[in-house]
């Protein structure tokens, strides 16, 4: 039993101690030409010790390189950034890098991840294009803003823009003096608001389809796709992150918080169990080990022929002799002695059989015991 319990401690003690910083990016494995990109920076501790100071650095040619300090509790993920980023409409494949650091102080271990943000080539032939994004204004509103942009070809003369999905179905439909900024100017921003109070979970789906004349021919566009509308979990303030916990965790495409169930206490309270075992161990080892060493002395004792020396009572064992003892009385006459001594032997725990080998030794007559036994056990 032992053994096992140090093995077991031998395994368990490396575990609590070990510690892994993972740097996550959650995006798309690919993107289509002119699409939203929603990028989520998180940092997790995988193992069991606390961290105080640790540096996040990210790093892309798609948007400012950025850098914070935070702190990480055992088993705890935090967001420290999320990015939107309207991609370039391109003919051919474009790969950009995306390098999330983070480094441990003061010890400045690098844990590091590289993912790459993939677009891939466009193969559609329209002339004129779209793609959105979305902006929080506050826990009842999302503004939705389409960038219409126009790729090639001659002029726009008319443009609509409907919105199918059936909670908040728009049509939107340029003027004529938008459609000239968009000949102009060669795109043309519109935007709508959503009403998000009552809807569930953290976002909505969108079915664009736009219809437009260009050049005497008619073109229909459709691009679908999910707006994200929960709130920032990360609020930067001088370089410092400031994390809003969630009640529970989510499941859902977007912002994921993943919140760890080991805290500092299961930590300290694993930590107390091992403890625990190994002032178990030592104290098992302390009674095996007096009492190897007792049974030596007595056979010592016993091989020379002699009585070994009479161990002190405890202070238990006399507290124990004191109570339970009860004095006998001496034989007379007066009969209500050994009928007040046997109440009180009754009291202390004591059978018939002792009682009346006591009084007899004692001298009292066996007739009158087995009287004075017979009414009281009665």
């Given at each position: 039993?032992?053994?096992?319990?140090?093995?077991?401690?031998?395994?368990?003690?490396?575990?609590?101690?070990?510690?892994?910083?993972?740097?996550?990016?959650?995006?798309?494995?690919?993107?289509?030409?002119?699409?939203?990109?929603?990028?989520?920076?998180?940092?997790?501790?995988?193992?069991?010790?606390?961290?105080?100071?640790?540096?996040?650095?990210?790093?892309?040619?798609?948007?400012?390189?950025?850098?914070?300090?935070?702190?990480?509790?055992?088993?705890?993920?935090?967001?420290?950034?999320?990015?939107?980023?309207?991609?370039?409409?391109?003919?051919?494949?474009?790969?950009?890098?995306?390098?999330?650091?983070?480094?441990?102080?003061?010890?400045?271990?690098?844990?590091?991840?590289?993912?790459?943000?993939?677009?891939?080539?466009?193969?559609?032939?329209?002339?004129?294009?779209?793609?959105?994004?979305?902006?929080?204004?506050?826990?009842t509103k999302v503004i939705v803003y389409i960038t219409i942009e126009k790729l090639r070809g001659g002029d726009v003369t008319s443009l609509t823009?409907?919105?199918?999905?059936?909670?908040?179905?728009?049509?939107?439909?340029?003027?004529?003096?938008?459609?000239?900024?968009?000949?102009?100017?060669?795109?043309?921003?519109?935007?709508?608001?959503?009403?998000?109070?009552?809807?569930?979970?953290?976002?909505?789906?969108?079915?664009?389809?736009?219809?437009?004349?260009?050049?005497?021919?008619?073109?229909?566009?459709?691009?679908?796709?999910?707006?994200?509308?929960?709130?920032?979990?990360?609020?930067?303030?001088?370089?410092?992150?400031?994390?809003?916990?969630?009640?529970?965790?989510?499941?859902?495409?977007?912002?994921?918080?993943?919140?760890?169930?080991?805290?500092?206490?299961?930590?300290?309270?694993?930590?107390?169990?091992?403890?625990?075992?190994?002032?178990?161990?030592?104290?098992?080892?302390?009674?095996?080990?007096?009492?190897?060493?007792?049974?030596?002395?007595?056979?010592?004792?016993?091989?020379?022929?002699?009585?070994?020396?009479?161990?002190?009572?405890?202070?238990?064992?006399?507290?124990?002799?004191?109570?339970?003892?009860?004095?006998?009385?001496?034989?007379?006459?007066?009969?209500?002695?050994?009928?007040?001594?046997?109440?009180?032997?009754?009291?202390?725990?004591?059978?018939?059989?002792?009682?009346?080998?006591?009084?007899?030794?004692?001298?009292?007559?066996?007739?009158?015991?087995?009287?004075y036994l017979k009414q009281s056990w009665q």
């Amino acid at each position: 039993m032992r053994k096992i319990l140090l093995i077991m401690l031998v395994l368990l003690i490396p575990t609590v101690f070990a510690s892994d910083v993972q740097p996550i990016i959650m995006m798309e494995d690919s993107y289509g030409s002119g699409d939203t990109a929603n990028i989520y920076f998180s940092v997790r501790n995988e193992g069991f010790k606390y961290y105080e100071d640790i540096g996040v650095d990210i790093v892309s040619p798609l948007f400012e390189p950025t850098s914070y300090r935070i702190a990480l509790d055992p088993r705890e993920t935090i967001r420290v950034r999320s990015v939107e980023i309207s991609l370039p409409h391109t003919s051919d494949e474009l790969v950009y890098p995306i390098n999330f650091t983070a480094t441990v102080y003061p010890d400045e271990d690098v844990y590091l991840t590289t993912k790459n943000l993939i677009i891939a080539e466009s193969d559609s032939d329209n002339s004129v294009v779209l793609r959105y994004r979305s902006e929080i204004i506050d826990e009842t509103k999302v503004i939705v803003y389409i960038t219409i942009e126009k790729l090639r070809g001659g002029d726009v003369t008319s443009l609509t823009l409907v919105n199918y999905y059936d909670e908040i179905k728009k049509t939107i439909e340029l003027s004529e003096e938008e459609l000239n900024e968009l000949n102009d100017n060669k795109y043309k921003v519109v935007s709508f608001s959503v009403n998000i109070i009552g809807m569930e979970g953290y976002g909505f789906p969108i079915e664009f389809e736009m219809s437009y004349n260009q050049d005497d021919n008619d073109f229909i566009l459709t691009k679908n796709g999910e707006i994200i509308f929960a709130p920032e979990l990360v609020e930067i303030v001088e370089e410092d992150v400031v994390v809003v916990e969630e009640d529970e965790d989510t499941d859902v495409k977007g912002p994921i918080t993943d919140k760890g169930i080991f805290t500092r206490g299961v930590v300290r309270f694993i930590i107390f169990i091992l403890l625990g075992i190994i002032v178990a161990i030592v104290v098992q080892r302390y009674i095996k080990y007096r009492g190897k060493k007792k049974f030596i002395k007595e056979t010592i004792y016993e091989l020379k022929g002699e009585e070994g020396p009479v161990e002190e009572k405890s202070i238990l064992d006399k507290a124990k002799e004191k109570f339970s003892s009860v004095e006998i009385p001496e034989p007379s006459y007066d009969h209500g002695a050994i009928e007040e001594y046997i109440k009180l032997a009754r009291k202390k725990g004591k059978t018939p059989t002792e009682v009346k080998k006591a009084l007899i030794e004692k001298g009292w007559l066996e007739d009158v015991v087995d009287l004075y036994l017979k009414q009281s056990w009665q």
